[in-house]
C-alpha cells in the first residue's frame, strides 16, 4: 500500500523564507526565459515543469511516483477542458475569417461614423472585447490594431490604444478561460466542485472589473484627444462604458464566465450604433481621418450584414442553451428543458443516454469508464481504503486547521464541456456558410489549420498547468503563502500587483491565474481573508499587465507594421499599466474591509 505523503512547508533549513525563496525558483525561471532571454514559451514552460518537479521530488519530499502523477495531472487538465476550449473558440473564429463573415462585421463598424473618437471605441473598446471573448490569445490588439491605422490613427498610437482597450475583457476571454482555470485548480483546494468555484470566481471578478469597463472608454478617448473632445462626445462614451459594464456584472453574476465578454461586447456594439441613428457629435473630428471608399456594388447589403453577426448569435445562443442548468436559479430546472442534466445524463427524466455506464458498473468499480461525465482520482494519487479511492497527499497545519486529504480528481464532461459546445456551434454555423457558397472541405481544412495554428499554444498551456499542480500538491505553493501572509493588512494591494507581474511575465491571464491563483488563495485562508476575493483581484489585476508584456507589445508592433518599436509602445503604456494596476489594488482593500458584502459567498 502506498504511504501517504504529508506536505512540509518549512524543507530547506526550517526557514519558511529561504523554502518560499526556493519554491519561487520555477516562476522566476519562466518568467526569466520569457521575458528575458525570449526562449519559445513552450520550451520556458517544460524547463519551469521539470524544475518544480525536481524540487517537489527532492527539496519537499513528495513521492516521485506521486510527483509524477501531478505532473501528468496538470498536463491533462490543460488538455481537457482548457485547451480543448481554446480550440474550439479559435476554430469558430477562423471559420468566420474563412466565411467572410469577420470581414463584412469589420467594415460595417468602419462605416457607422467618420469621427474618430467613435470610431475608436467601436473598433478598440466594444468589438476588441467581441474578439477577445472569443479567441483571445493576441487576436484582438493585432486586428483592432491594424483597423485603427488602417482607419489613419497614428500607427503606435493605434498599437497603444489597442493594448491599453484591451484591460476590461481579458479576464473573461477565449469563453472564460481564465476564469475556468482558476476554478478548477481551487476547487480542491477550498472543498467545493470545480463548478460552484467557478461561479463564485466569475461573480467576483464581475464585481471589480466593471468599474474599469465603465471608464476605460473615457480614458481611451481622452489619451487620444483629449479631456474637452471627450467631452463632446461623452454620450457615446457613457453608452459604450455603461452597456459593457451593465453586461459584464449580469453576465458574470448570473449565467457564468463563458459568455461574458461576448454578451457585454454585442450589448454595447448595439447600443452604440443605436445611439448613433439619433446623436451624431456636434463637430466631427476627422483630423488625419482614412476611410476606404468602398464600390457601391462592393458595399455588404443589410442582408449581408445581418447574417455575419447572426454567426456569432449561433455561437451564444448554443453555449447558452448548453449551459443553461448552470445558471443561477435555475439548476433544478427538469428534462427536457434543463439542456445542461441531458448532456450530463444526470436527472431523472433523461432519455438521451439512459445507460450512462459502459464496461464496469458503478457499484463493481467507482472508478470506471463513464459517459458522458466521468470523474476519478487520478492514478498515482489515491490508494484503496475501505473499497473507495482514498487520496495520498495530505495538507498540514497552519495551512489548514487540521492534517486533511487534498485529493487529486479528475473530470471529463464529454458532451457539456463549453468546448464541445462552441464545436456544435461551429457546425451549426457552417450550414448557412455553406449554402451560401462555403466550399464543404472548408470546415475540415479550417480545422487542420486551427489545430496546427495552436499545437505549440497547447504545449504550453498543459506544461503551465503542470507547473501550477505539482507545487500546489507538493506544498510549495503553501510555502510561498505562509511568507506572502506576513504582509499583514496590506496582503489585497499587494495580491493585485502579483496578478499584473505575472501577465507581465507570461502574457497571458491564464499562465497568471494558473501559477499565482491558488497562492493567493492560501494566502488569502491564512491572512483571515476571503480566498475567492484574492484569487480574483489575481485575475482582474492580471489584465492591468497584458498592455506591457514583451508577448503582446510585439503583437502590437506587428498589427501596425511597427517590428522593432515595441520599445516607444512599452513608453506609452507602461504608466498606465501601473495607474490601473494601484486602483485595482485599492478597490481590493476596500472590498476586503469596508465592504466585504461584495464578496459571493462560496
Not at 526556493?22 to 514552460?45: C, E, Q
Not at 479576464?171 to 483546494?189: E, Y
Not at 449551459?323 to 439542456?339: E, T
Amino acid at each position: 500500500m502506498a504511504d501517504v505523503f504529508h506536505q512540509v512547508y518549512s524543507p530547506v533549513s526550517g526557514s519558511i523564507l529561504l523554502s518560499a525563496l526556493i519554491a519561487s525558483l520555477p516562476p522566476l525561471l519562466l518568467a526569466v526565459l520569457l521575458a528575458g532571454i525570449r526562449v519559445a514559451p513552450w520550451r520556458a514552460a517544460i524547463a519551469a515543469a521539470a524544475t518544480a518537479s525536481v524540487l517537489a521530488w527532492l527539496v519537499w519530499g513528495m513521492p516521485l511516483s506521486l510527483t509524477i502523477a501531478a505532473a501528468t495531472h496538470g498536463m491533462a487538465f490543460g488538455l481537457w477542458p482548457i485547451s480543448w476550449i481554446v480550440v474550439s473558440a479559435v476554430f469558430f473564429y477562423n471559420l468566420s475569417v474563412e466565411s467572410g463573415d469577420f470581414d463584412v462585421i469589420r467594415r460595417s463598424l468602419s462605416r457607422l461614423t467618420g469621427d474618430r473618437r467613435i470610431q475608436l471605441l467601436l473598433v478598440a473598446f466594444c468589438f476588441g472585447a467581441l474578439i477577445e471573448g472569443i479567441a483571445g490569445f493576441g487576436a484582438p490588439v493585432a486586428i483592432t490594431a491594424s483597423m485603427l491605422a488602417g482607419l489613419g490613427f497614428e500607427p503606435i498610437m493605434a498599437a497603444s490604444l489597442a493594448l491599453i482597450a484591451n484591460t476590461a475583457p481579458v479576464a473573461f476571454g477565449s469563453l472564460g478561460i481564465p476564469v475556468t482555470t482558476l476554478g478548477g485548480l481551487l476547487a480542491p483546494m477550498l472543498g467545493h466542485d470545480a463548478q460552484t468555484t467557478t461561479r463564485a470566481l466569475s461573480a467576483m471578478v464581475g464585481r471589480q472589473l466593471p468599474v474599469f469597463s465603465l471608464a476605460i472608454p473615457a480614458y481611451l478617448v481622452i489619451l487620444y484627444a483629449g479631456w474637452r473632445r471627450m467631452v463632446e462626445v461623452w454620450p457615446a462614451v457613457l453608452v459604450a462604458g455603461g452597456t459593457f459594464a451593465i453586461g459584464q456584472f449580469t453576465v458574470s453574476n448570473f449565467v457564468g464566465p463563458e459568455l461574458t465578454d461576448a454578451l457585454s461586447a454585442l450589448l454595447s456594439l448595439t447600443a452604440v450604433s443605436l445611439l448613433l441613428r439619433v446623436w451624431q457629435p456636434a463637430a466631427e473630428f476627422t483630423e488625419g481621418a482614412r476611410l476606404a471608399v468602398v464600390p457601391a456594388a462592393a458595399r455588404d447589403s443589410p442582408g449581408r450584414v445581418a447574417r455575419a453577426y447572426a454567426t456569432y448569435g449561433v455561437l451564444i445562443v448554443t453555449v447558452l442553451i448548453g449551459q443553461i442548468g448552470n445558471f443561477a436559479g435555475l439548476s433544478n430546472l427538469q428534462p427536457p428543458a434543463n439542456v445542461t442534466a441531458l448532456l450530463k445524463c444526470g436527472q431523472a427524466g433523461n432519455r438521451l443516454c439512459p445507460d450512462a455506464w459502459v464496461g464496469a458498473s458503478a457499484a463493481v468499480d467507482p472508478q470506471g469508464f463513464r459517459f458522458p461525465v466521468w470523474e476519478f482520482s487520478w492514478p498515482g494519487a489515491y490508494r484503496v481504503q475501505d473499497g473507495r479511492p482514498a487520496a495520498l497527499v495530505q495538507r498540514e497545519a497552519p495551512v489548514v486547521a487540521a492534517s486533511s486529504p487534498y485529493p487529486l480528481t479528475y473530470r471529463l464532461d464529454f458532451l457539456a464541456a463549453a468546448g464541445t459546445l462552441v464545436l456544435l456551434a461551429s457546425l451549426i454555423a457552417f450550414v448557412p456558410m455553406v449554402i451560401f457558397g462555403a466550399a464543404p472541405g472548408a470546415l475540415a481544412t479550417t480545422f487542420t489549420k486551427t489545430v496546427r495554428q495552436l499545437r505549440l499554444p497547447v504545449i504550453t498551456i498543459a506544461f503551465i498547468l503542470s507547473i501550477a499542480t505539482v507545487m500546489n500538491y507538493s506544498g510549495m505553493t503553501s510555502s510561498m503563502a505562509l511568507a506572502l501572509a506576513r504582509t499583514g493588512v496590506l496582503f489585497p494591494f499587494f495580491a493585485a500587483w502579483l496578478g499584473m507581474i505575472g501577465v507581465f511575465l507570461t502574457g497571458s491571464d491564464t499562465s497568471s491565474n494558473t501559477l499565482f491563483g491558488p497562492l493567493q488563495a492560501t494566502t488569502a485562508k491564512l491572512s483571515g481573508l476571503d480566498p475567492v476575493l484574492m484569487a480574483a483581484t489575481n485575475s482582474s489585476a492580471g489584465v492591468m499587465g497584458k498592455m506591457i508584456s514583451p508577448q503582446n507589445l510585439s503583437v502590437g508592433a506587428a498589427g501596425v507594421g511597427a517590428v522593432g518599436r515595441e520599445g516607444e509602445i512599452l513608453a506609452r503604456v507602461i504608466v498606465h499599466s501601473l495607474i490601473l494596476t494601484t486602483l485595482m489594488g485599492l478597490l481590493a482593500l476596500l472590498q476586503a474591509y469596508v465592504v466585504p458584502w461584495m464578496v459571493p459567498n462560496l
